[in-house]
């Protein structure tokens, strides 16, 4: 673990051709850009295929690499470029990914999700499938906030979004989330009441 | 990372539990990235920086050789290289460390067979081959290295058998065992499982779970239809064969399938067969070859 500007420095020492450097931001971020490949193109030869495109690619390039102040959110923007790219190339039919669209989209499941008070399976659900179906950028936001553990800063960096509208639409979310567990114990009573019926 | 998050109170309700981390995967990511073996890598060039003075002097030594060597291979370098090429017929290649290649009509493999040692292994490929790479496990996490050039890209070997098939727009990589990586350009990678397909032509690049057996069946003088169209039947024909094949009234094609195996150890037998299965008249008249219904 380090800072930021532990990460920035090493970011410098690579752009310099430091093979080293490089293996650090290498081990460093690995898993957490295995992750949001493996989400995006649900295929682990395709996730494993998209690192090694951009660490080659990154390497190829270091001389005329930006400095910059977040490394990991300016990995996993660049990482993202490289997944359209490789989508681009490949062609779509043989991949798992919604086809209904050509940018790919982040997707929860119940399993991966945990509630702080309580744990009933169904409101798990509810929230996940809620969740699952807002817009593609706020998901990509809720990802990189509370999957990542990335900053607003961090995030304004990897989706085109300012400081102030991220945090505006995080706390819209959050409050619509809120509200519907809030909710829920009224909708679990609805739904055993009607159990008998059906 | 906290330095933002001061005014905003995130009592998140909802958490997420990550999955466990596999490290023996980051750790065989990074030695793919040492190891990655297209060519002019900066990674290999760096390494071997260290190593320059012995390449010069190896660079000179090699100069010689190339100039006194019958054969001459696009500016791969400092090697003899053999050359094995078919004309309408097929060759069973056994390789120093008890690879084999079956190389199919009308291809040409070249390799380095004097200098061939278990770390380096690399032919070059144009047209069709099957490959039988032999694993060697030597050193613990040193995967075999094996690489198939193509003029398309490279195809990078990590123990296992498949076919590859090399065209002007590129190639076709099928695997029956083991796994493969293919190197398209400089940043492009794509790796294989079994029972998939690779097919680079031109700028699109797809991989697709296909019947892999139908392409390799060619070694054994076998032909195995899975509810194959008559047009791709064609297709095979002018390959393997270098025929030109006309068709009359061509509409038909595709609408026709065979499902079987056939075995024809030449040409002729899998004609006779095709017509007979097929309904089909087919006759061969020097190079061409033409078929009516």
Known sequence: MGTNRHWSDCWNDFRKGDEKAFRLLHDEFFHSLHDYALRLLQDNDLAYDAIQDLFMKLWIKHEVLPE??????????????????????????ELNISLQSSIPDFEFS???????????LLSIRQLTSMINELPPIQKHIIYLRFY?????????????????SLVNTTNRILSKVKAALKSHPEFLLIFLFLLPCM | MKD???????DLPFGFIKPERDESLKEKSWDDLLQKRVPGSPIRRRRFGRLWPALLAGGCIALLIILFSRERFGGAGHVEWETIRTGDWQKKLLLPDSSEIFLNRFSTIKADLHHWSNTKREVWLDGEAFFEVRKHGSAGNNFSNFVVHTSRGDIEVLATSFNVMTDSAGFTAALSTGKIRAHIGKEETVTLSPGQVLQVAHDTISRKEMNVQLYSAWKDGQFHFDHTSLSDIVDLLKRYYHLKVRVDEGGWLSSKKLSGDIDAADPGELFGSLEGVMGLHIRRVGDSLIIQK
């Open chain 1, 148 to 164: 990542e553990g990335l900053s607003y800063k961090e995030i304004s960096e990897v989706v085109d979004m300012n400081y102030q």
């Open chain 2, 4 to 10: 933002d998050n001061e005014n905003f109170p995130e």
């Open chain 1, 68 to 93: 910059v102040q977040f490394v990991k959110a300016y990995l996993i923007r660049s990482l993202h470029t490289t997944i359209l790219n490789k989508l681009r190339s490949l062609k779509l039919y």
């Open chain 1, 110 to 120: 119940p399993e991966e999700i945990k509630i702080k008070e309580e744990s009933e």
